[in-house]
Structure formats: C-alpha cells, structure tokens
C-alpha cells in the first residue's frame, strides 16, 4: 500500500502499527514536504501521551490561529499544520473538525479508546477512498494503494460505468468498484472497535463577514501562498487565473511569480499577455501530437477513469513544475461558484422561456427545420425537457457516449432536484467539480510530486460567494463578481474573450491518421466492447476523421476506459 501511494509522498514514509486483543490497527503516511521540511514533523504523528495517531494530507491554512488557541495547553515541537491539527483534535474531538479550513483528508486515531475518525474537507479538494468488510476497513488516498493490499476483494460497479460513458466521471460516491467507496465532500466518518460506522458532516462555523471580494480573495491568497518555495501558477489567460496572478503581483506584492501554460492554441498567446502584464516568470511548455504516446505513463498512476482531456494536460503542466517546486495555484471551481460553464447560461436561458423553447421544439421535430439551426441553439433545443432537472442533466450529456436515462437515481444520489439555477451550480459542485475538475487536478499533479491548492475553494471565499444571487453572477455572461474585480487591475480584455477549456488539441489530433495505433492497441476481447460496440466505436473515428462530426470527446472517453480496463480485468 505504501508503494503503491509513494508517488504522494516523497520526502518521507513511516508505517505505525498497533496489536491489540481484539483491534488491530496500522497507519502509513507517504509525506510531501511543502510548509515544513522538519523531520520531526514526518507522520503518522504520535501524541506526547502516546494515545492518539494522526495521518493528514492536505494543508489546513487557519492553522496558526488554532495553534494560538492552544498555546495555553501544548507546547509545539514543530512548525507543521500536522501537530496543531493532532492536538487540537485530541482536545476538542470529533467537532473540532468543523474548524479546520483547508484541503485535507485526515485519519485521527483513538488507541485507548479503539476509535477511529475518518475526515474529508467540505470541498472535496483531497481525495479520499475507503473499502470495509465485516472483519477490516483500508483507507487510503488512492484506490490503486487499496488494490495493492490484496486484502480487499473487488468487483466491477457497473453503474458506474454508465454513469461515465454519460458524465465523463462517476457521480456522488460512487467509484469503479462496489465495493470502495469515496469518503464524501464534508463527511465525517467514526469506526468504533466493532467497525460499526457513525457518520456526520462539517458544520461550518462562519461568523459574520463585512469583507468585500477583494478582501476575501486576498486574505486568502495571503494564507494559501505560503509554502517552502513559492507556489506557480497554471495560467490559462482566462478570468480564474489571470485574477489569482492579479491580486498576488498587485495586492500581495508578488514579483516573478512562475507561470505556467501549454503552447497548444488561444490560450497561450492570452497568458503569455497577462505573464508580461503582471511580472510573472512564464513558462510555456511545447506539447506535438507525440505526446500520446506517453497516456499510458499517465493513465497508469489515475486512480479510474476520467474522460477528460484536461486531466493529461494537468499531468504534462505538472511535470514542468515540478522543476521549480511543488506547490502550483489554479483557479478550479470559480466556475461552479460564480456560473462560468456554457450550460449554466443555457440552463438560465431555459428557466426564462422554457414553454417558448419547448414548443419550438416539438414544431422543429414536426417540421423537420430543427437540422438547419445553428449549433448551439441546435445544442439547447435538443436537449429540453418539461422537467429542469432532466434538462440539466441533458445539458451535462452533451458529450455523452451512451444516453444516461435513469436521472431518479443521480437525483438520490445527490440528495436534491435540480429546479433552479442555484441548485444548478451546487449539482456541479458536488459532481462535476468533485469527481472530474478536482479529482484530476489532485491525482496529475500527485504523480509529479505538486501539490495543487485552489484558492477560490477556501472556505470565506465559498462562503462570500452564496450571498451573491445567481442573477448577478450570470450577469457579463457569467462569473460577473470576478470579470469586474480582474478589470480593475487592468484586466477587462482577459473578462471579455470567449471562454475556452482546458485541454489538448485532441479533436485535430484524433483526425491525423498518425494516431490510428490508439485504436489498433486495443485487443478485440477487450471489455470496453461490451458498452460501445466496435463497429460504432469506427464508425465515429470514420466520421470523426471526416470532418462531420465533432465526437473527440466520446473518442477520449471511450480510449481511457478502454486502457483502465486493460490493467484491471
């Protein structure tokens, strides 16, 4: 398990086990050195008692303000956020957590008591996994560290794998195997000596904040920036990074902030602009279509699949990082807090003329004029339903490989109806932002030894943005709080250009025939085979390659589930 996980960590490994008569415990920390490069703070940490176990990943950046709480009562050996989150755990227990701001997943162990608790930041930054029979319960940051145990026996979760070939990503909890699941975004797990399993959720403890934005985003910039090395930026030219780069050279005083962007199309003659405005040492990294021949390097270390592109461009900027240090900033989840997707301005369109945009639509299906509107008019009328919430997941599906029909089962999965704009963006965060923009943020970074923190997902920020109306974020075509605050520092041009994905080129690359050994690897047997037949599969590269039809995405998907099935079953 330890090796298997050892790309997380590489500064430091250490396993701690305990024997007891009736509970046996182990606990193992690969460590990533980032705010203290001290050895004493190396983990799994132990108490002075000697009673109580910490194993931590992530950064709690309020941590010296709980250190100054507990100043009174512990006198600390180290530096480290590991130390104070240990005490402060150990005096004030379970409900303690709720204090902790930050990105963490964290095992805190009870010896005396033959209790553990099982912890997952509100936000679902750091990923978390656990499987649990009725004799054992493995923990880990990674599903490959629970598979390299041998201890757990795992089955396909076929559900899962139709929820992918619809989403791109899993939903809610779930994962590629029955039998793991994920430790969801604020949940609190408690395992007592018998295993049963009490489960709880953050509370937020926010007190009133008179902060504007501005303020909310530089305080927390000022805590998050804090490292051993200062952290880099993926820069993309686009509203969320160009911003975070902004306010650190602006505000914070930051001067040759290393930058980061692939010279792959739009994006890089944006952020080599904003690099030059804001004083940042800028790095742009070549990538050719040769670079596919390094995805199964990536794919090896994923924890399942993800079919998004995003995710191996993350792991090339992430090696290039590497170089300078490990910490890289990213502006992921602005978009699901302040409504930057192209569905959410779909969606909204929607909930005003939703009886209009439905008999339009049954008169185009009668008529047969729904083939000669323009795309993304085409993209919405077909997607409409009576019901908001099957619209929204429609508009979800837009790269589906295969139709997901059942949406009562991801609407109890997600514990609420979609019926507004607002529930909207909560979907997404809890969805999309968890199980794809965040999950693959974390684990392309991981394989190169950065950590990748988010700053728009510190808990003020999060806070600050639910008082904001979903009509005024959608104001400027969405994300309007931060268009506006970016343009006073001389940004408005980087507010008005049209949004683009983070990604490769993979639609151009997919045409070139130089790519055709892709396909031709993967082995008739294969049990991709079972969810999208062969011959469709050609058929789409056929149309594909011929310009007709744009299906790069579904290739994408179809690819990466095609190879995680080759080294699992």
Not at 335 to 362: C, I, P, S, T, W
Not at 421 to 437: C, E, G, I, M, Q
Not at 500 to 523: A, E, I, Q, Y
Request: charged content about 25%.
């Amino acid at each position: 398990m330890q090796k298997a996980n050892g790309f997380r960590g590489p500064d430091a490994s250490n396993v701690l086990v305990h024997m007891g008569e009736n509970w046996n415990i182990a606990a193992g920390v690969n460590r990533l050195k980032v705010i203290d490069q001290d050895e004493a703070s190396n983990q799994p940490m132990i108490s002075d008692c000697g009673n109580y176990w910490l194993s931590f990943n992530g950064e709690v950046y309020n941590y010296q303000d709980l250190k100054n709480r507990l100043s009174q009562k512990v006198e600390f050996k180290t530096k480290s956020d590991t130390e104070v989150i240990l005490y402060w755990l150990k005096e004030y227990g379970l409900k303690g957590i709720d204090d902790l701001k930050g990105m963490f997943a964290l095992v805190f162990i009870d010896i005396r008591n033959q209790n553990t608790i099982v912890a997952r930041d509100k936000h679902g930054i750091i990923p978390l996994f656990y499987y649990k029979s009725d004799s054992e319960i493995i923990i880990s940051s990674s599903i490959p560290a629970i598979e390299d145990t041998k201890l757990a026996s795992l089955s396909l979760n076929e559900q899962a794998v139709n929820e992918y070939l619809a989403f791109r990503h899993v939903m809610a909890i779930r994962t590629f195997y029955y039998e793991v699941q994920s430790v969801g975004p604020g949940e609190i797990l408690e395992f007592n000596e018998e295993l049963k399993t009490s489960q709880y959720l953050i509370t937020a403890n926010q007190d009133e904040d008179t902060r504007t934005l501005k303020e909310v985003l530089v305080d927390s910039l000022s805590l998050i920036n804090e490292s051993y090395k200062k952290p880099g930026i993926l820069l993309s030219g686009g509203v969320d990074s160009t911003l975070l780069l902004a306010l650190l050279n602006k505000e914070l005083g930051e001067r040759e902030i290393k930058t980061y962007t692939l010279d792959t199309g739009p994006d890089t003659r944006w952020a080599r602009k904003a690099a030059n405005q804001y004083g940042a040492h800028h790095h742009e990294i070549l990538v050719s279509i040769e670079v596919l021949n390094r995805v199964d390097e990536y794919l090896d270390k994923a924890d399942q699949p993800i079919g998004d592109h995003g995710a191996f461009a993350s792991w090339l900027v992430a090696e290039q990082a590497a170089q300078n240090g490990n910490v890289l900033l990213s502006g992921a989840g602005a978009d699901e807090l302040f409504g930057g997707y192209n569905r959410h301005r779909a969606f909204q369109f929607y909930l005003k003329n939703k009886n209009a945009l439905l008999m339009y639509r049954h008169f185009a299906e009668r008529s047969g004029t729904g083939a000669i509107l323009p795309k993304n008019v085409k993209a919405i009328i077909n997607n409409v339903e009576n019901s908001p919430h099957d619209t929204y997941l429609n508009f979800l599906q837009n790269y589906a490989v295969n139709k997901f029909s059942q949406s009562e089962e991801i609407h109890l999965a997600a514990d609420y109806i979609i019926d507004d704009l607002s529930s909207a963006l909560k979907f997404d965060r809890n969805n999309y932002l968890v199980n794809d923009v965040l999950a693959i943020t974390n684990n392309a970074s991981m394989q190169h030894n950065v950590e990748t923190r988010v700053p728009y997902l510190y808990d003020d920020v999060v806070a600050y943005a639910t008082t904001i109306s979903s009509e005024e974020k959608m104001k400027n075509k969405g994300k309007a709080p931060l268009k506006n605050l970016l343009s006073l520092y001389g940004g408005k041009q980087y507010a008005q250009r049209t949004k683009m994905g983070f990604g490769l080129p993979v639609d151009k690359w997919l045409r070139d025939k130089s790519t055709n050994w892709l396909w031709d690897s993967l082995d008739d047997d294969n049990p991709v085979y079972k969810y999208v037949s062969k011959p469709r599969l050609l058929e789409m590269l056929r149309l594909h390659r011929a310009g007709k039809v744009d299906y790069h995405m579904q290739l994408w998907s179809i690819l990466v589930l095609a190879k995680w099935f080759e080294r699992k079953l």
